[in-house]
C-alpha cells in the first residue's frame, strides 16, 4: 500500500526562471521568486499526486527595471489585473524520478493546458533545523501568444523585438508538512 507525501512550497528557496529570444539575436532570463503551493507525492500510485503553485507575477526580475516594468504592464502579465500565475496538475505519469506533470497553467488570465517533464522528487534529507526536504526541477515550452501577451516591436532587419516561445525552469525546494 503506497501513501502520499505532502510537501509545501519553499519561497525562500525555489524559482520560477524564464528565457526568451530577445532582438532575434540573444536570449534574455528572468525569474520570479515568489513561489509558493503544495505538492502531495505518491510514488506507489503517482497518479493520486497532484501539485499547486502560485507564483506572484509581480516579483518578476530580469535584471533590468525599465524591463521589468514593461513586462509588468498590460503589454505582457498585467499584474494589476492579473497578479499571480497559477499551475494545478490534473495527470501524472512516469516513473523514477522523471514524471510529465501536465495540468493548467494560467498566466495573464488565460488558462492553457501544459505538460511539465520533472526531475525529482530528490531524496529527503534534514536541514540543521531539523525540517525535511525534498526538491524538484521542472522544464517546459510555451507560446506568450497563447497567453494573450502578443505586444511586439518589428526590426528594420527582418524579424520581431521579442519571441514568441518561452523556456520555463522551475527549481523547487520542498518542505514536508
Do not use: C
Not at 521589468?68 to 494545478?88: G, Q, R, W, Y
Not at 527582418?158 to 525546494?173: K, N, Q
Amino acid at each position: 500500500m503506497s501513501q502520499a507525501v505532502a510537501y509545501t512550497i519553499d519561497p525562500a528557496h525555489s524559482t520560477a526562471g524564464f528565457k526568451v529570444r530577445h532582438l532575434m539575436v540573444a536570449n534574455v532570463r528572468g525569474e520570479f521568486s515568489g513561489v509558493a503551493g503544495t505538492v502531495v507525492f505518491d510514488a506507489g500510485a503517482p497518479e493520486n499526486s497532484r501539485v499547486e503553485a502560485r507564483i506572484d507575477a509581480t516579483t518578476i526580475h530580469t535584471r533590468d527595471e525599465q524591463r521589468d516594468a514593461h513586462l509588468k504592464s498590460a503589454d505582457f502579465l498585467d499584474v494589476e489585473k492579473f497578479p499571480a500565475i497559477t499551475f494545478v496538475s490534473k495527470k501524472i505519469a512516469g516513473a523514477g524520478g522523471d514524471w510529465k506533470v501536465t495540468g493548467d497553467l494560467t498566466i495573464h488570465g488565460v488558462t492553457k493546458e501544459v505538460t511539465l517533464d520533472v526531475e525529482g522528487p530528490a531524496p529527503e534529507a534534514k536541514d540543521p533545523w531539523g525540517n525535511v526536504k525534498s526538491g524538484a526541477s521542472a522544464v517546459t515550452k510555451i507560446s506568450r501568444k497563447d497567453f494573450g501577451m502578443v505586444f511586439n516591436m518589428a526590426l528594420e532587419t527582418g524579424g520581431v523585438m521579442v519571441g514568441d516561445e518561452i523556456a520555463i525552469t522551475l527549481e523547487l525546494e520542498l518542505l514536508r508538512s
